[in-house]
């Protein structure tokens, strides 16, 4: 017993060791992903002005092109017309059809070195962005890692058996840290781009308006509809986190708001077939009921490609019973838990499946390819189910 603690400990102080040095290596790529998103910061602003400078360019070209032909107009019709203009007329013409020829093309390669600095600057941008993604993935993965690592090691040698739910439970994990890390780029594409630009267009709007109050007022238009924009998508960031329509409205009004949603972007057909609840179903149920909807409408968005979905919702005394149907072209039900336990894949699925064994359900997903795809969950009403089921009453 002696020899076999102090070889633990000695386990458990070289596994200290490795923690300490990954933790440090983490916080070094935290620190090159922070320089790289300031740089992307500054490849965005840098984006911005020059497409403004292209549109002004656009225009100014544009209009020295039209004078142009205008001014070679007037040098030919004054050079046919030598009896009624005087060679100071002519060469007046001539100096300025020149002058603004010059102008022209002078401007025209402006606009094409503008370009180029555009098309360089967006590959840089891309480049940024996929530095950025790739390296969140390293730090994601150390996290988990960490996480594991820095947890009760004895269990683990102790239980080896469970290795494979222990997997299954860093893929869990995992799968959380992706849905943070989209919450996040959610906003920071979304909302937090949204007003950056509306500082930027307040700035615009002022010198604008001082200048030409029309065109002022037609820019707080457009300052209008980006801050409408920005909201919407906060909103929809919110009701992806928790859905107020579940304590407004409840489980099915919430479900068919969802499911109008989707027909509407997707022109997938939805039969719905709720049935009336005359249970109390518990707050926690139904988020659950309404995450497995969301995930399971996901898959068949993404991969699915059905023309028609049936949805049915059943309630009894002590069990709910969901069932989505759909006509896509079906997937190897098999083959893909291999994946999910191996490499980590569909992570939707992963969070199905964690939500109904964390509730004490049951799942049985039917499919096979071309044959599209059939999810029956059956899950407790309460908590009291859920302790009955624990203690195998």
């Not at 060791?17 to 500054?42: A, L, P, W």
């Not at 969950?377 to 624990?390: F, H, S």
């Amino acid at each position: 017993m002696k020899n076999t603690d102090l070889d633990l400990r000695a386990i458990n102080d070289i596994i200290r060791k490795i923690t300490e040095e990954i933790g440090s290596s983490r916080n070094s790529i935290v620190n090159i992903v922070d320089n790289i998103r300031s740089e992307q910061e500054s490849l965005k602003n840098e984006l911005n002005v020059i497409k403004g400078q292209i549109f002004d360019t656009i225009n100014e070209v544009d209009h020295l092109e039209k004078y142009d032909k205008q001014m070679r107009q007037r040098l030919a019709e004054v050079s046919k017309n030598f009896t009624i203009y005087t060679e100071k007329d002519i060469k007046a013409a001539y100096e300025e059809a020149e002058n603004t020829r010059i102008r022209f093309i002078t401007k025209r390669n402006e606009e094409k070195e503008l370009l180029k600095r555009r098309s360089s600057v967006e590959l840089a941008l891309r480049k940024a962005m996929e530095n950025i993604k790739n390296a969140e993935q390293v730090v994601n993965q150390i996290s988990i890692a960490l996480r594991y690592l820095e947890g009760d090691i004895l269990s683990v040698l102790e239980d080896a058996d469970k290795n494979s739910e222990m997997f299954l439970g860093i893929k869990i994990l995992e799968a959380q840290e992706n849905e943070r890390k989209r919450i996040a780029r959610d906003v920071h594409d979304g909302p937090a781009q949204h007003m950056a630009n509306t500082i930027m267009k307040v700035d615009i709007c002022k010198m604008v308006i001082q200048k030409d109050l029309d065109k002022g007022l037609g820019e707080l238009e457009d300052l209008k509809e980006s801050v409408k924009v920005a909201l919407k998508e906060v909103r929809n960031i919110i009701f992806d986190l928790r859905p107020m329509t579940l304590d407004d409205l409840g489980l099915n009004e919430t479900i068919q708001e969802t499911i109008k949603s989707i027909t509407h972007e997707t022109k997938i057909k939805v039969d719905l077939r709720l049935k009336p609840i005359q249970v109390d179903i518990e707050p926690i149920i139904q988020v659950a009921v309404y995450r497995i909807v969301q995930e399971i409408f996901n898959n068949i968005r993404k991969h699915a490609m059905a023309k028609n979905v049936e949805v049915k919702l059943d309630f009894g005394t002590k069990y709910l019973m969901l069932v989505v149907t759909d006509d896509g072209v079906g997937f190897d039900v098999e083959g893909t838990f291999k994946k999910v336990k191996t490499k980590g894949t569909s992570y939707g699925l992963i969070g199905i499946l964690d939500r109904v064994n964390q509730l004490q359900g049951e799942i049985k997903i039917k499919s096979s390819n071309g044959s599209g795809t059939s999810y029956s969950v059956k899950l407790p009403i309460n908590r009291e189910v859920i302790r009955d089921e624990k203690r195998g009453d």
